[in-house]
T-cell receptor, first 111, second 114 residues
């Protein structure tokens, strides 16, 4: 089985721009979770989607949003980028239990 | 109550030694405790996980010990190898939330000297 894939792997944006990251889960997995990883804050939960519905959300501002498509692929969007949004964004998929498998991440740099 | 506290922050072990990383949690509703291994430039990889109905789980050189009354769990890496040098994260989640949200510890950077 192919693992979780994330695109793009690297992104450089400037403050004020918006960005969309994509995640394709493991085939058959219906849950997709997103995490932000930074040296200062560690791994923090952003949100989780299951069967196209957001079923949990972390403590992040409304500039962070996501969605899931009928094929379980997911996207997350960050609008009005700030310098502090520079991070590794990780996607994890799981089903039917809560064993989560992570993708390689998207490294976002905001200048 | 949502925190998972991990220690030590960094660890240096000689090849062949035992690496021990500890985690503590407060929320007694947590019922799934995985450990992840992360190499630079990679995403975290699921190493081993335990549920509160057992006190120990072993997979190869990796063992999780779980103490429900103390609300602590630990990862033991036996016969540590230089290839084990990575950052290790403990985590916890609560199935009752109908969500797979993981709360992560702060990570332990392990260096195994040859």
């Amino acid at each position: 089985k192919a693992g979780v894939t994330q695109t793009p792997r690297y992104l450089i944006k400037t403050r004020g721009q918006q960005v969309t990251l994509s995640c394709s889960p493991i085939s058959g997995h219906r849950s997709v979770s997103w995490y932000q990883q930074t040296p200062g804050q560690g791994l923090q939960f952003l949100f989780e989607y299951f069967s196209e519905t957001q079923r949990n959300k972390g403590n992040f501002p409304g500039r962070f949003s996501g969605r899931q498509f009928s094929n379980s692929r997911s996207e997350m969007n960050v609008s009005t980028l700030e310098l502090g949004d520079s991070a590794l964004y990780l996607c994890a998929s799981s089903f039917p239990d809560n064993e989560q498998f992570f993708g390689p991440g998207t490294r976002l740099t905001v200048l | 109550q949502q925190q998972v506290k991990q220690s030590p922050q960094s660890l240096i072990v000689q090849k062949g030694g035992i690496s021990i990383i500890n985690c503590a949690y407060e929320n007694t509703a947590f019922d799934y405790f995985p450990w992840y291994q992360q190499f630079p430039g990679k995403g975290p990889a699921l190493l081993i996980a335990i549920r509160p109905d057992v006190s120990e789980k072993k997979e190869g050189r990796f063992t999780i010990s779980f103490n429900k009354s103390a609300k602590q769990f630990s990862l033991h890496i036996m016969d540590s190898q230089p290839g084990d040098s990575a950052t290790y994260f403990c985590a916890a989640s609560r199935a009752g939330d109908s969500s797979y949200k993981l709360i992560f510890g702060s990570g332990t950077r392990l260096l195994v000297r040859p």
